[in-house]
């Protein structure tokens, strides 16, 4: 049986274990590393704003709820108004007065009504209040997922320059960092 191509096993291991004296690897590294601890951050509050944002939504939808039930109360009250404005009608029609009650409720139920009214309005107002809070949380998570892609994709080109050794790739993958890490940084302060 031939013997196969012998390899230099000792010296192998030593360049293994030989720290990098190559100052564009150990750059790429650094700057890999930063775009890595941005693109955390990032999305740590990508996630945090989206949730903020179910949850308003859900409070809204809650709101939206019981502003329903609140109409539905106030037009069972108008059905039973009308059902005593009949009554009345029909005392009248018998030409006599009707029993002071009836009048009496007629008048309650649209008190009742107008308070109704105004308690289903306030719902209706929370809800609209909860939906525009979570619709401007979900644009700005929209623009932190933005960064965050932009992050990563400049970390994935960071890998590829470390690999190819190529600086223009590097190049690249800092101008998409620094775009993403911007994006980032005005999210934040917006």
Known sequence: MP?????????????????????????????????????????????????????????????QAEASDQWTYYQAKGIKASVQEASRATWIAAGKAAPAYVDESIQRYAVEQKDIEHVAREKERERDDKSEQADRLLARHHRFANSVALLQ???????????????????????????GAAMFGLTLIR
């Open 153 to 179: 994709v400049g970390i994935a080109l960071g890998a590829v320059a470390a690999l190819t050794r190529q600086r223009a790739i590097w190049l690249g993958s800092g101008i998409l960092g620094l775009l």
């Open 3 to 63: 013997e196969g191509t012998e390899i230099d096993i000792e010296r192998l291991q030593e360049t293994i274990h030989e720290p990098p004296t190559d100052s564009l690897l150990r750059n790429i590294a650094l700057t890999t590393a930063l775009l890595a601890a941005f693109g955390a951050v990032a999305s740590l509050h990508a996630g945090g704003t989206v949730n903020e944002a179910l949850v308003l939504k859900t409070e809204a939808g809650r709101l």
